[in-house]
């Protein structure tokens, strides 16, 4: 069964340093998205992207954050100066569609854990 | 804005106890319904959803739904739950923004700890 796949499970940085969050969404999806989710705290929308631009974003996703899809199959989270609060678990997801409903459905990925010292 | 709210944060239970894991979101028109899971030191992982007809849905791994439009709830239910379906589950809508596209909104999870 296809899935989304994240890369790395976990990344550690410093305080301050530049962190790229890969993931690979399922091949015939068109829309991609990115959420985090705080330790113990609720998932969080950060952004969806379709058709090589942003589609919504959220108060979340600051100047510091930024989203590319570089190739046919990458769909990338860039934190330009990591902060402490940034460390959470991230998600990419992805979709068929947007607004029809059968193909709306969002698949996620396992998450990269973002620990920020 | 849309609201999900999951009321109880922890259920514990008893194997093969049944379990009721509730949500309520905030009205609104034209609403997705979705339940994930997440086991541990593991991703989200889709369990039933609602989009249209039958208002009671079924889901993988014996879970099922039932979609109330009059009470806006949403509450997964297993008659009969395992040690294997300890796990977070949460709740989730989609609904339409202002921009006419729908983006996903999450509950705040309920925590679902079965004990032998």
């Known amino acids: 069964e296809p899935e989304v796949t994240q890369t790395p499970s976990h990344q550690v940085t410093q305080m301050g340093q530049e962190v790229i969050l890969r993931c690979v969404p399922i091949s015939n999806h068109l829309y991609f998205y990115w959420y985090r989710q705080i330790l113990g705290q609720k998932v969080e929308f950060l952004v969806s992207f379709y058709n090589n631009e942003i589609s919504e974003k959220s108060e979340i996703f600051d100047d510091q954050f930024s989203v590319e899809r570089p190739d046919g199959s990458n769909f990338t989270l860039k934190i330009r100066s990591t902060k402490l609060e940034d460390s959470a678990m991230y998600f990419c997801?992805?979709?068929?569609?947007?607004?029809?409903?059968?193909?709306?459905?969002?698949?996620f990925g396992a998450g990269t854990r973002l620990s920020v010292l | 804005a849309q609201s999900v709210t999951q009321l109880d944060s922890q259920v514990p239970v008893f194997e093969e106890a049944p379990v009721e894991l509730r949500c309520n979101y905030s009205s609104s028109v034209s609403v997705y319904l979705f339940w994930y899971v997440q086991y541990p030191n593991q991703g989200l992982q889709l369990l039933l959803k609602?989009?249209?007809?039958?208002?009671l849905v079924k889901g993988i791994n014996g879970f099922e739904a039932e979609f109330n439009k009059s009470q806006t709830s949403f509450h997964l239910r297993k008659p009969s739950v395992h040690i294997s379906d300890t796990a977070e589950y949460f709740c989730a809508v989609s609904v339409v923004m202002d921009t006419g596209r729908r983006a996903l909104t999450f509950g705040s999870g309920t925590r679902l700890q079965v004990q032998p």
């Open positions: 609602y989009l249209s007809g039958s208002t």
């Open positions: 997801a992805s979709s068929e569609s947007l607004d029809r409903p059968a193909k709306n459905i969002q698949y």
